[in-house]
């Protein structure tokens, strides 16, 4: 598993309710729950420069906290102007109840 990053425990991360993690060598990230996957992100809007878990995540929207924009946790893909650069995803494992990313995806 040295090639993973553990970033927390599932039952740290609730539907609805995204949080920020800050791994060594890599940027804020935000970790989400939906329907039952998880999901991570950079966590800082690209238009803004907001923190996104600052926001209000609607199913598969992350919603920015300082405009309105928002982004799909999935994808990245901005779903909401004035936002339209997209933010970066990561692909995520769970390891023995935790979220995990690689550690090369900084």
Do not use: R, W
């Not at 425990?9 to 993690?21: L, N, Q, R």
């Not at 999935?74 to 769970?94: D, H, R």
């Amino acid at each position: 598993m040295s090639d993973l990053i553990i970033l927390c425990a599932t039952g740290d991360v609730k539907e609805e309710t995204p949080i920020s993690v800050s791994p060594e060598n890599f940027p804020m990230l935000a970790v989400y729950e939906y329907d039952g996957e998880y999901f991570v992100t950079d966590n800082l809007c690209t238009h803004g420069m907001a923190v996104l878990t600052d926001g209000y995540q609607d199913g598969s929207d992350i919603e920015c906290p300082f405009h309105g924009g928002a982004f799909c946790i999935k994808t990245g893909e901005a779903t909401a102007a004035p936002c339209v650069t997209p933010i970066k995803t990561y692909p995520v494992s769970l390891v023995n109840g935790n979220i995990c990313i690689p550690a090369a995806a900084s």
